[in-house]
């Protein structure tokens, strides 16, 4: 069970702090993704970082004004958003996915998903 939180309105150039609470099960050997999707575009990767450590991923168009990181005792990854540009608006997934061989920034590579929280950016 994947719950997101922390969506709402920004204006250009502000920052937003996503939350993603994990209950039910451990993450161990999970990855866990960030994924948005704009009206009438498709789901796209974001970032991601595995839960038992190692470096993040990100997405080019967020690289150095996103940061994925987790808090193990709160079974909560987050999502920092800075320097906000109205391309960011979009609904924000989390996701998690068992170690496979399947890309971290496909789909495909995550079984669990949250139902969303939306990021509005003024211009």
């Known amino acids: 069970h994947l719950v997101e939180s922390g969506g709402g309105l920004a204006q250009t150039g502000d920052s937003l702090r996503l939350s993603c609470v994990v209950s039910?099960?451990?993450?161990?050997?999970?990855?866990m993704g960030w994924f948005r999707q704009a009206p009438g575009k498709e789901r796209e990767f974001v970032g991601g970082i595995w839960w038992d450590g190692g470096t993040a991923l990100y997405a080019d168009s967020v690289k150095g004004r996103f940061t994925v990181s987790r808090d193990d005792a709160k079974n909560t990854v987050y999502l920092q958003m800075n320097s906000l540009k109205p391309e960011d608006a979009a609904t924000y997934y989390c996701?998690?996915?068992?170690?496979?061989?399947?890309?971290?920034?496909?789909?495909?590579?995550?079984?669990?998903w949250g139902q969303g929280t939306r990021v509005t950016v003024s211009s």
């Open positions: 996701a998690s996915g068992l170690k496979s061989t399947i890309p971290r920034h496909s789909l495909r590579a995550y079984s669990y």
């Open positions: 039910g099960r451990t993450l161990r050997f999970h990855f």
